[in-house]
C-alpha cells in the first residue's frame, strides 16, 4: 500500500483565518471600524497600513508554516507501489508512482540554486570566483553516491520507460540512478538496460520506429508546434502584429482595432507572459517553470512540493522563481487563497525590493500625470510585456469594488506578506542576508500586494493544455494549468462573440483571428461565458461582479442566446434579394453559396477527427476559413455551424499548441 504525502488539513486555510479574524474583530468591538478604513475610497496604502495595525490581524491572520520536506518513508511505499503496478502491467500509473518515489526521496544538496554553497565556481551570489580543489571535487561527486533510495527511483522508472518505448528518456534516468548509486549489483542491471536502449535506438535508425506498446508510447511531455513569429511586429507593442492600432474612449478605455481587413486564423499577437504560475492541482504534473507536463520529471532537490521538466527548468527555477517560494509553497498551497495569489506572489518576487522600491515612485506619478491611452508605456513609447511597468499599471477597478472585496483582498496581502517576511529570501542585503523589513518597507510591499491581487481578477489569464486521450481521441478536452500576466493580451476588450482566441505555447501565448476583422473594426476576447453556453442575463451579472462593466456586445443586445437555442437550421440571409432565399431568387448566387456551406458542414465529423489525428491539410483548414467568412456574409446569426466552424478551427491551433496524450 502507498502510503500518500501526510495532509495538511490540521492546518488552517485562508477562510478559517478570515472566520478567526472576524470573531476577534466582534470580541473587541471594532467590526465596525474595519469599514471604515477599509472601501473604495481609501488608497490601497492606507487600506493595507490599518489592517497591518491591528493586534487581531496579527493574531488570527499569521499563517502556519507547511512543511514539504522529503522522507524516505513516503518515497519507499511509491517506490514498491511503483514495482507491483509494473509487474501488473500498468506502466501509467508505474511511472507515475516512480516519479514520486524520486519526488520524495532525500537528494544531495548541490544541484544548483542559491542554497549551494558553490555553484559552478562561483558563490551564492554569482559575484566571486571560487576554486575548487580536486579534493573538494572528489568528496562532492563521493557524496552524490550515497543516496541509494534516489537511484531505486531512477532506476524503476527507467525500467518503466523501457516497457513504454521511451528510450532516450530511460538512459537520462539511467545516468541519473548511476550518478546516486554505489550498489554493483544495481549498476550492472542499468548498464545492461542502457545497452538494450542503444540497440533499441539504432534499429530504429537503421529499420523506422517499430511499435512495442503504442498506448504508451503517445504518452509523453506537452507537446508543441513552433511557436509563430510576428513577421511585422507592431513599432511600439512588439508582442502584436502592425496591423493593429491602440484607440480610447472614455466608455471603453483602452482597446485595439485592426488598420486592415484580418482573415480567421491570422495571428495578431504573440506574447511570452511576464510571470507565470501553476494551480495547485497541476504541482506535482507539471513543470513549475515553464509549465508543460512531463513525462519524467526532475524534482526540487530540497523540496517536495513542485517538479521540473528538464535540467534547464531547474536551474532556472532554483535560481529565481522556484527558491524564492520553495520554504513557503507548501503554506500558500494549503491557505487555499486562489491561483491569483501564487501570481502575486511571482509578480513581487520577479523583481527585487530595492528595484520595486526605486519603481513605484515613478509609476504612482505616472497614475495623475500621463493621459490613460499612454499608461504603460516607457519613456521611448514602448509597451514591453517583459517590463514591470505595464504589469503595475493593469486595472484593478479600485473603486468599483465593494468594502468586503476590498478587505479580502487586504487580507490576502497580508498574509502573502508573512510568508515574504518568513521566506527569509526576499527582503535581503547585497550579500544575501535576511534582514527584518522596516513598517515602511512592510507598507510599501503590502500595499503593493494589493494593488495586483486586485488586477489580476481583471487581467490574469489561464494557460491551458489540450489533454487528447491515448485509447480514444475524441476524448479531448482543454484544461487550464495555470495562470499568466500578458500585457499586450490584456489591452482587448471583451465580447461574447469575440474576433480573436488564445492559443497557449508553454510560456507563450498567440492570439489568432477566429472570425473576419474589417479594418477599422476593434479586436475582441471573452473574458467570460459565451454566448451560446449562457443567458444574456447570466453572463452580464458575472462579467459585472468581476470585470465592472455591463457587457453591450451584439450578442448581448440582440438576445443571441435564446436565438441560438431556437433552431439549428441554417438560415441564407440574400444581401441581393434582402430575404432568404425563395423562388424568385433560383437564379441568385445565394443557391449556389448555401449548397457550398452546407457540403463543408456536412464535413465537420470528418475532419474533427482528421485534426485530432494531425492529419487534416492546409486546403482543409483554408476550407474552414472560406467556410466562416461565407456564413458571416451570407448566414442570419447566430447560427450553430457557424459556432462549430470556429470551434474547429481553435481545436486546430490548440493541437498545434501545448498538447498532451494522457
Partial sequence: MKEKPAAMDSYPNINSLISDFVVQLKT???????????????????????????????????????????????????????????????LKEALKSCSMAILFAPHPMSLGGRDAELENGRDRNNNLD????????????????????????????????????????????????????????????????????????RDEEENGKISTNDKYEKLSDTLCSETPVLPDPHPTIPAFSKDVRVAFAPS????????????????????????????????????????????????????????????????????????????????????????????????????????????????????SSKPAEAIGFDEGGMYSSSSYRPVYHLVT?????????????????????????????????????????????????????????????????????????VTDYRQCKMEPVGGGVFVASSLLNHSCNPSVAAFSHGRTQVLRAVRHIPAGRPLTYNYGSFYCTEDEDTRRAGLLKQYSFTCCCEACENGWYALFHLSSDLVISCPKCSTAPSESCRSCECTTVKKRIEQIVNSFDVMYLQILHKDV???????????????????????????????????????????VYV
Fill in 397 to 469: 477597478n479600485r473603486k468599483e469594488r465593494s468594502p468586503t472585496d476590498l478587505l479580502r483582498r487586504c487580507i490576502q496581502a497580508f498574509v502573502i506578506t508573512k510568508l515574504l517576511v518568513k521566506s527569509g529570501r526576499y527582503f535581503v542585503n547585497d550579500c544575501g542576508a535576511a534582514f527584518d523589513p522596516t513598517r515602511e518597507e512592510i507598507m510599501l510591499l503590502g500595499s503593493t500586494l494589493v494593488h495586483h491581487l486586485m488586477s489580476l481578477m481583471c487581467n490574469a489569464y489561464a494557460v491551458g493544455e489540450l489533454q487528447m486521450n
Fill in 617 to 659: 491539410s492546409s486546403n482543409d483548414v483554408n476550407m474552414l476559413i472560406d467556410v466562416i467568412k461565407l456564413m458571416e456574409k451570407w448566414v442570419q446569426l447566430p447560427c450553430r455551424d457557424y459556432f462549430d466552424a470556429q470551434e474547429l478551427l481553435k481545436l486546430y491551433f490548440d493541437t498545434r499548441g501545448s498538447h
Fill in 130 to 201: 571560487i576554486l575548487i580543489t580536486d579534493e573538494e571535487e572528489e568528496d562532492r561527486s563521493r557524496a552524490y553516491l550515497n543516496f541509494e533510495l534516489l537511484a531505486r527511483g531512477y532506476g524503476g522508472r527507467s525500467e518503466v520507460l523501457f516497457e513504454a518505448g521511451h528510450y532516450r528518456q530511460c538512459i537520462i534516468d539511467i545516468d541519473a540512478a548511476l550518478n546516486h548509486t554505489s550498489d554493483d549489483s544495481l549498476r550492472e542491471r542499468l548498464h545492461e538496460r542502457r545497452a538494450k536502449c542503444h540497440a533499441r535506438l
Fill in 28 to 90: 473587541s468591538g471594532r467590526s465596525r471600524e474595519v469599514f471604515e478604513h477599509v472601501g473604495p475610497n481609501h488608497t490601497e496604502e492606507e487600506m493595507f497600513s490599518y489592517l497591518w495595525g491591528l493586534q487581531e490581524a496579527h493574531q488570527a491572520l499569521t499563517p502556519t508554516l507547511v512543511s514539504a520536506g522529503k522522507s524516505e518513508k513516503i518515497a519507499e511505499s511509491f517506490l514498491e507501489g511503483g514495482e507491483e503496478e509494473l509487474d501488473r502491467g500498468d
Fill in 252 to 367: 471603453q478605455g483602452r482597446y485595439l482595432v485592426s488598420e486592415r481587413d484580418i482573415s480567421p486564423g491570422e495571428t495578431v499577437c504573440v506574447e511570452r507572459n511576464y510571470c507565470s504560475a501553476l494551480y495547485a492541482r497541476n504541482l506535482l504534473t507539471h513543470c513549475c517553470v515553464c509549465l508543460s507536463r512531463s513525462l519524467a520529471p526532475l524534482p526540487c532537490p530540497f523540496c517536495s512540493g513542485v517538479i521540473f521538466c528538464s535540467e534547464a527548468c531547474r536551474a532556472e527555477g532554483l535560481a529565481g522563481c522556484h527558491w524564492q517560494e520553495c520554504n513557503i509553497l507548501p503554506t500558500l498551497v494549503n491557505l487555499a487563497m486562489g491561483p491569483n495569489s501564487f501570481l502575486a506572489y511571482r509578480i513581487i518576487t520577479a523583481t527585487s525590493y530595492d528595484t520595486l522600491k526605486g519603481l513605484l515612485f515613478v509609476l504612482k506619478g505616472e497614475e
